[in-house]
C-alpha cells in the first residue's frame, strides 16, 4: 500500500511543478511592465495652436513648475528646450505639424537610468491649461456652425 501512496502523491505533485514556470512568467511580464513605464516616460501631445503659441506656453509651464531653462536647440522643423530641477532633466521637444498644430514631446529624466512620467505628463497638462487660456475660443461661425437660419441636428 505505501508504494501506491507514494505513487499517487508524485502524480497530484505532476501538475503543481507545471505551475512554477507560469508563475515566474507571470512575474517577469508584471516586472517588465514596472520598467517599461519608468525607462521610456514620455508624454506627447498635438495642440491644435501654432509653433508659436506652443512654446510660450512651455515656457511659462517650466516657470510655473520651478524648471531653470538651461539652453534650447533648433532640428530639422522645431525646436528643442532644455531645462533642469535639482534632480531631472527634462527635454521638451516642439514640432510643427501644420500652420495650426503642433506636437509636443516632455520627456523628463530622473538619475541616469529612469524616466519620470508624471512630471512630463504634468508639464504637458500645464502646457495645455496656459495654452487654453492664452488662445481665444472659436467663435460658432469659425466652428463650422452658424449665426443664424435653420439648425440641423443628428
Do not use: H
Amino acid at each position: 500500500m505505501a508504494p501506491r501512496a507514494i505513487l499517487v502523491l508524485i502524480g497530484a505533485c505532476l501538475p503543481l511543478a507545471a505551475c512554477e514556470p507560469v508563475a515566474i512568467a507571470l512575474l517577469g511580464a508584471g516586472a517588465s511592465t514596472a520598467i517599461r513605464y519608468n525607462l521610456d516616460g514620455v508624454a506627447a501631445r498635438t495642440f491644435t495652436a501654432p509653433l508659436a503659441a506652443v512654446k510660450d506656453a512651455s515656457l511659462a509651464a517650466l516657470e510655473r513648475m520651478g524648471l531653470t531653462l538651461d539652453s534650447t536647440s533648433r532640428f530639422d522643423t522645431g525646436e528643442t528646450l532644455f531645462a533642469r530641477a535639482e534632480n531631472r532633466d527634462i527635454e521638451v521637444e516642439i514640432e510643427p505639424i501644420s500652420k495650426q498644430a503642433t506636437r509636443l514631446r516632455v520627456t523628463a529624466k530622473s538619475g541616469s537610468l529612469f524616466y519620470d512620467n508624471a512630471t512630463a505628463m504634468e508639464l504637458v497638462q500645464q502646457t495645455e491649461r496656459l495654452l487654453t487660456a492664452a488662445l481665444p475660443a472659436p467663435t460658432p461661425a469659425a466652428a463650422g456652425g452658424s449665426t443664424g437660419g435653420s439648425r440641423v441636428s443628428f
